[in-house]
């Protein structure tokens, strides 16, 4: 009997596997037959799933998206938390994970600056991820604020300053190759925790 095979799984296994391949031949290096062999099927397999790299960078670059909603979800779906301590445990996940996996992480940001710039339909389709992203840290905040557990801002200006937070503790990694995601995260975090209401930090 054939072996069923999860179209949906075997892509994001291609897609992760590629980011490897992107990572040590280079963007502009890297074949779809070097993806398939990395992924070890046949060179005309490939094509089922993607139509050619850029198809399968973007596909992973949404893949990135989804992997921080589902850590939103996670984080609310945890009681006992306020709003502060929720957005600094997203922002420990994301920059977790961006350190982890430091070199896929500058291909990732220097080729999806490339694609931006040249391919107008993907730029807005991954501003619009983006902006989703700001508007889930956005609605936290607000309901932060309502709830006294912090001090009053704007949400959209603040959960803007977030992302850009996010964008300059990845700009710090690319930079120095030895700072530790600790000391990074601590300064991070120390900013966020600036947000808790004065009553909050009283207690």
């Known amino acids: 009997m054939p072996k069923v095979v999860d179209f949906d799984q075997k892509k994001r296994e291609i ?11 280079g963007y502009h290096g890297t074949t779809m037959a070097r993806i398939a062999a990395m992924c070890h099927i046949g060179r005309s ?20 998206f989804d992997d921080i909603k589902l850590d939103f979800q996670d984080v609310l779906a945890r009681p006992g938390r306020d709003g502060v301590d929720r957005i600094s445990t997203i922002i420990r996940r994301i920059l977790t994970n961006l350190y982890r996996d430091k070199r896929v992480m500058l291909v990732l940001l220097e080729h999806t600056l490339r694609i931006m710039r040249e391919d107008q339909d993907v730029a807005e389709r991954l501003g619009d991820r983006a902006m989703e992203i700001l508007g889930m840290f956005a609605s936290l905040l607000q309901e932060g604020i309502a709830n006294g557990e912090i001090r009053p801002v704007d949400p959209q200006a603040m959960a803007a300053t977030l992302g850009t937070l996010v964008e300059a503790a990845v700009f710090q990694f690319s930079i120095d ?25 009283a207690v």
């Open 45 to 64: 397999t490939i094509y089922e799933y993607f139509r050619n790299k850029d198809e399968i960078f973007t596909y992973t670059l949404n893949q990135s």
């Open 15 to 25: 897609a992760h596997k590629a980011l490897y391949v992107f990572a040590f031949d």
């Open 177 to 201: 190759t030895d700072v530790s995601l600790e000391t990074v995260l601590a300064s991070v975090l120390a900013l966020i925790a600036g947000l808790r209401c004065h009553s909050r930090q």
